[in-house]
């Protein structure tokens, strides 16, 4: 049985979610495939699997959202198979070194020469890929300092990486620059940028229109303006916490690896930083 939920989006485009590991999607063309994230290592067997299910054909290229294990682990194995990997450079930078993610506590190995981007962008590129344009853009210091955004025009689909958490409370990498405040300018911007047809992957949760997504902003704009405000208050971090800046959200957010209290922790701490 399948640890998986793949849902086919268009004829040629698939995404493969799950509940923990970050989304993959599949893009389907004659003379190969185009993957964007490869989840974690653990991961790379079953994710191969499903690959398989849905297109006997080689995968050639591979497009990283971000540095992140849960997002890069199916690397390796990939790029030994053929697939050339694109990401950000400074993507590319972390994945080559051990990093240590101050807010998990975890030092995160360097990834093998083999399963590090080989072709890597600062500002974006655009894949030509047969009959499909896949525009890649780099919003820098959202939730690290490397993200990419893909979005393939013709299909009209838009997979944000991590910048999107459905459903459940998001995370950014404080310690390396990211922010709530640059991940809200981005979404706001993107809302601009789509329509109501659009399809958005995110990186975990389930997929979503610009309506939902809309919503996702609006609760992290209200939380964010409400621990910004006791900030200047003068209130310490625990007093913040005990006001529970998050309590009409809960319900519908409260859902993922960030309990309430820990999510307003990472609030604090990037606006404090």
């Known amino acids: 049985m399948s640890l998986f939920v793949t849902e086919r989006l268009t004829d040629k485009l698939f995404v493969i979610c799950d509940s923990d590991d970050g989304n993959t999607s599949i893009h389907v063309e004659n003379d190969g495939l185009l993957v964007v994230d490869t989840k974690s290592a653990a991961l790379t067997d079953d994710l191969l699997a499903e690959i398989a299910q849905i297109a006997d054909k080689p995968v050639r290229f591979v497009v990283n959202t971000h540095w992140h294990p849960d997002h890069v682990g199916g690397n390796e194995r990939l790029a030994k198979a053929g697939a050339t990997i694109i990401a950000h450079e400074v993507a590319r930078k972390r994945m080559s070194e051990e990093q240590y993610i101050r807010f998990a506590d975890r030092r995160i190995p360097a990834l093998p ?34 993200d990419a955004i893909v979005f393939f025009q013709q299909a009209n689909v838009i997979q944000l990486g991590d910048i999107y958490f459905n459903g459940v409370y998001p995370y950014v990498s404080v310690s390396s620059g990211a922010s709530y405040a640059q991940m809200l300018n981005v979404g706001r911007e993107l809302l601009s940028a789509i329509d109501d047809q659009t ?19 609006n609760m992290l ?37 960030l309990s309430p209290d820990l999510f307003v922790h990472v609030v604090y701490d990037d606006i404090v930083t």
Request: hydrophobic share 35%; net charge positive.
């Open 199 to 217: 399809w958005i992957i995110p990186g975990h949760g389930p997929m979503a229109r610009k309506a939902e997504y809309a919503r996702y902003l």
């Open 113 to 146: 020469e083999v399963a590090l981007p080989r072709i890597t962008m600062t500002d974006g590129l655009k894949l030509h890929y047969n009959r499909e344009t896949i525009v890649v853009s780099c919003p820098r210091f959202t939730h690290t300092d490397g």
């Open 221 to 257: 704009d209200t939380v964010y303006g409400r621990v910004a405000r006791q900030i200047a208050e003068g209130k310490s971090e625990e007093e913040v916490i005990a006001v529970k800046p998050t309590r009409e959200f809960d319900p519908a957010w409260a859902k993922g690896n």
